[in-house]
């Protein structure tokens, strides 16, 4: 990995420390009753947190007395995840790479990746559909048979329905790639900063499409973002998709 931080690494980097302060952070705990609801995670079992971020979950996981491998691109929130776990002497193993390159040491019995971790997230020059490939087939190598990844993703519908022919136009939008390009605005000692980046939007068909190529036995597909809403149909207007998939055992 370049030690030069760039694109979506570049914004985590400087947004880390104010992570927290996001409204949607507030459900930890009950995003995590959800994650060993669906999963079926043994306890003690091993989870591996995919664009852990700050850690918020694996933190709640491992005071749960779950194992956790957390891996992230950004070297600023893992700072934060790993204070976090010294603090409470929470043995968390912190991982720093890109989620379409990681291989894991280990097998897990489960993982999930919420909260656009590292899913549908793009550079300016990644493929939207080979990025997102690829890091299901990490997970996917990364997982024992019969293991289970709990994923959330942008709804594309909401922006079907959202987005106009001016905006396509514009650049804001692309049909093509199913992707909002736009500017990510940071503060920085040097003043305030953007990189242009990518965030790509599935429809249910595509996604559930998406996890059978990558190896995985889709369960269930339910709108509402982590934390929220549990176990129901997608809306068209709201902001995340939410997929259950399991690992074959063959």
């Not at 996981?61 to 603090?87: F, K, N, P």
């Not at 990558?214 to 339910?222: K, M, N, R």
Request: overall charge negative; some cysteine.
């Amino acid at each position: 990995m370049a030690d030069e931080p760039t694109g979506w690494e570049r914004f985590f980097d400087h947004h880390a420390p104010q992570y927290l302060r996001n409204e949607f952070t507030a459900n930890t705990r009950a995003e995590v009753d959800f994650i060993l609801e669906v999963m079926q995670v043994p306890p003690t079992g091993s989870l591996l947190d995919v664009g852990c971020g700050v850690g918020r979950h694996a933190l709640e996981l491992a005071r749960r007395g779950y194992r956790v491998t957390g891996v992230d691109i950004s070297a600023g929130m893992l700072e934060q995840a790993r204070r976090a776990a010294e603090a409470e002497a929470l043995p968390i193993e912190w991982i720093r790479a890109d989620a379409t390159e990681f291989v894991s040491p280990q097998a897990h019995d489960g993982a999930y990746c919420l909260c656009e971790g590292a899913f549908s997230l793009l550079s300016a020059a990644d493929d939207p559909i080979e990025h997102d490939r690829a890091n299901l087939r990490r997970v996917h190598a990364a997982l024992k048979p019969g293991g289970r990844l709990l994923l959330n993703c942008l709804n594309g519908m909401r922006f079907l329905r959202m987005y106009s022919l001016d905006d396509v136009v514009a650049g804001r939008f692309d049909p093509l790639s199913m992707a909002e390009c736009h500017e990510m605005e940071f503060d920085t000692l040097e003043g305030r900063q953007s990189v242009p980046v990518r965030e790509r939007g599935y429809v249910p068909t595509e996604l559930r499409l998406l996890m059978t190529v990558a190896g995985f036995e889709v369960e269930a597909l339910w709108g509402g973002t982590a934390g929220l809403a549990f176990r129901r149909a997608p809306e068209l207007d709201e902001m995340e998709l939410m997929v259950l998939g399991v690992k074959g055992s063959a």
